[in-house]
């Protein structure tokens, strides 16, 4: 549907994959920038549409951002190397290698380039960019971390995700600021445990692939988009059901692994580091309802040529998801019994 027609974008496709396994697979740091490289290196030719303006750009924005960060890894392992003994060199140095990583997944405080990007993108780039380019730097960031620098960073995606959402109008750099700030409660996962990580990452990447579906399948890239476009009403629930999940709101499953999240945090006293992500939590809820409020109620233009065709079997995809992220809640108390 995508890419599958296009031999050359299958080809990067699997090479974008395999690098990652080449990354955290590999028992050396240069083994990791090694995968990081070819990871860039497969992305932009999947990003990069002749036909549209703004691809071109992203993708040149994104090479250097990358190339950027690449390069300040690579200086801090080689140093790293040299000064193996000495604490006060090892301790800044353990900072920046951090920082080169949270920069490579788009975290705040370096995230100018994300939403600008994702801007320039369509929704399946969107996707990837969100979730398979996450991987490999957050896994490496588990490797050697600062706790005090990460818990810093971790409020810092939680308010800037959260705030930056505010004023957009744009769906597309809604989403990067909704993947900021689900970045924060990522991080927390991997400080606690990486099979936390990765069930909160999979849960995420659920999420994400149906919105990002659902806005591909019906060509939406702005808000004022939803109230002109006369939805099938089992498209708006199934938008209603997905966007409040993905806000964290309890019945549905992308409060699940929140909850566990809440609950290790609380169990390690980070007490005010909950407050901010839950707060910030709350803002991002009110900007998804904004959304559905617009879909929802603004139902008077009756524009004939604004009709939405969509084929029998790829609602039966939506509405199996939007069945799922209903169950979650039944599902996760499972979990507990």
Known sequence: MFFIMNSNKMFFMFILFFSTLISISSNSWFGCWIGLEINLLSF??????????????????????????????????????????NFEMNYLLTIMINSSLLMKMGSAPFHFWFPNIVEGLSW???????????????ILLSYLFNKNFLIIIIILNSIIGAIG???????????????????????????????????????????????????YMMNMFYINQLFFNNLNYM???????????????PPFIGFFPKWIIINFLLMNKLFFLTFILIMMSLIMLFFYIRILY???????????????????????FINFFSFISILGMILSTLFFL
């Open 44 to 85: 932009i030719p999947l990003i990069n549409n002749s036909n549209n303006i703004l691809s071109s750009e992203a993708s040149l924005k994104y090479f250097l951002v990358q190339s950027i960060a690449s390069i300040n890894l690579l200086f801090c392992i080689i140093f790293k190397m040299i000064l193996m003994n």
């Open 165 to 215: 959402g505010l004023n957009q109008t744009s769906l597309r750099k809604l989403m990067a600021f909704s993947s900021i700030n689900n970045l924060s409660w990522m991080i927390s996962s991997m400080m606690i445990s990486e099979n936390l990580w990765i069930f909160y990452f999979f849960m995420y990447s659920f999420l994400i692939s149906i919105m990002c579906f659902m806005f």
């Open 235 to 249: 498209i708006k629930l199934s938008l209603l059901i997905n966007f409040l999940s993905l806000g964290g709101l």
């Open 294 to 316: 617009s879909s929802f109620m603004f139902n008077y233009l009756k524009l004939k040529w604004m009709k939405i065709f969509i084929k029998n079997k790829m609602m039966y």
């Open 124 to 138: 399946f780039n969107n996707f990837i960019l969100m979730t398979w380019q996450k991987i490999t730097p957050i």
